[in-house]
């Protein structure tokens, strides 16, 4: 069977693939997507749906790190591990505490910042594209605290969101409850940053641009891609549907993209961190922006079919099974936050996150390889990070001077100097 070419072959239709698509058919290149569910049906599917410009820290901090005992016995904690993914976890672990150093975390704190300063207008010109506009809006998000002590503690970030150009605000109960006036009044304060958005359907921003991508000469392939190798000059991706043959190829395939890439002698310390929401049709309380809960650390997100509660940091197996108490915990959580939820006809979802102990996405070439990109590994944020990381590697493809540094996204950070077993 003859390959079908490109100019460019994807292999992932999450949101970053999707992305990237569509803004490297805006510079005139003709793209394939390839994907083995289809657009938008994994974590791109069921997130937060929160563009959060302020995500600039790393989730797990080294006081999370001291906490994990107790984390570990509380079943409605926000960070668990499964227990037969520990042994595996262990290199990563590792890993990560060295990214909690002072001046490592200074680092990757101003990398997340490069990428999010521009996190939402990097998608205006998508979604003018793919006539979606409809599905972003821009109205400001909270950080809801229960305590004084951890409005204090929020309160504490606000400098280093300042300093990174990110606007953000301490504001009382009676101001946050004049925003939203669905929260207790049970609460401490909150911390306002006016300038993140929402998604009010990832599913269907995904299928719009899939849609677009099609509409304008691109293609979107479902079929799983089995391999990529070099051929001819050029690059070949062989799929259960078939060969697809293109100057560059990008693997975007979230989780997965270290099996796609382990021929090339890439280290990729990529962890399974799983997420989970509560999707409830019928909330009985309104929003008007993502509020996240501070204290157990979810969102709550009023979108076209409800109010989704998203969330939540479990380290497992891809493959393992969901477990259902993970995503009807949010439920009880949430009702300390908004009284008179109520869960009728909800919904259970549960999503793999790809994720670098150092927080940090992959987004760059492979080392030695011309034509073979990837991006991947956004953790929490990849829908909030797609458009900026879309057009800081079409930048790249397209052998453009970048508008920030690349370098801390490259994979060869993980393989300077001697590391432990990495690939999990």
């Known amino acids: 069977m003859k390959n079908q070419a490109s100019d460019v072959v994807i292999i992932g239709a999450g949101i970053v693939g999707l992305t990237l698509a569509v803004r490297l058919h805006l510079e005139g290149k003709t793209v394939c997507l390839i994907d083995a569910v289809g657009p938008a049906s994994g974590a791109s599917y069921g997130n937060a749906g929160f563009l959060s410009r302020g995500s600039i820290f790393p989730p797990v901090s080294r006081s999370d790190l001291w906490r994990l005992p107790k984390y570990l016995l509380d079943p409605a904690s926000p960070l668990t591990i499964r227990p037969a993914y520990l042994p595996d976890l262990v290199p990563w672990g590792m890993r990560l505490i060295a990214a909690t150093r002072p001046k490592r975390l200074e680092q990757i704190i101003a990398a997340l910042a490069s990428l999010s300063r521009d996190a939402i207008s990097s998608y205006a010109p998508l979604l003018s ?4 506009e409809e599905l972003v809006d821009v109205r400001g998000s909270l950080i809801v605290c229960r305590t004084s002590v951890t409005l204090d503690q929020k309160t504490r970030l606000i400098p280093g969101w300042r300093e990174n150009g990110i606007a953000a605000f301490r504001i009382d109960r009676a101001k946050a409850r004049e925003l939203e006036p669905a929260l207790s009044d049970d609460i401490a304060g909150a911390i306002y940053l006016p300038d993140n958005g929402r998604c009010i359907s990832p599913g269907a921003l995904g299928r719009r641009f899939a849609a677009y991508l099609e509409a304008n000469g691109g293609r979107m392939v479902i079929a799983k891609a089995n391999s990529v190798s070099s ?16 100057p560059q190829v990008v693997v975007a395939a979230g989780r997965w993209s270290d099996e796609l890439l382990a021929p090339f002698d890439v280290t990729i310390p990529l962890a399974s961190e799983r997420g989970y929401h509560l999707m409830l049709p019928e909330a009985g309380v309104e929003l008007s922006r993502p509020c996240v809960m501070a204290e157990p650390f979810f969102a709550a997100t009023p979108m ?14 891809a493959n393992a099974p969901m477990n259902p108490k993970r995503a009807d915990n949010l439920f009880d959580l949430a009702r300390r936050y908004l009284p008179g939820l109520s869960r009728e006809g909800a919904t259970r979802w549960m999503g793999v996150r790809p994720s670098f102990p150092d927080a940090l996405p992959a987004i760059g ?19 909030t ?10 930048e790249l493809m397209l052998n453009r001077r970048p ?9 060869d950070r993980f393989s300077r100097g001697r590391q432990p077993k990495d690939i999990i």
């Open 129 to 132: 594209a793919a006539a979606a």
């Open 403 to 411: 508008g920030i540094d690349p370098a801390p996204f490259d994979l």
């Open 231 to 246: 051929y001819k000059g050029s690059w070949l991706v062989q799929t259960s549907g078939g060969n697809f043959e293109a």
């Open 304 to 317: 076209i079919d409800g109010l989704r509660l998203a969330g939540t940091v479990e380290f497992a197996h």
């Open 365 to 383: 070439e492979v080392s030695g390889k011309a034509g073979l990109f990837y991006s991947f590994g956004h953790q929490h944020v990849g829908l």
């Open 385 to 394: 990070l797609a458009a900026s990381s879309a057009k800081l590697l079409a």
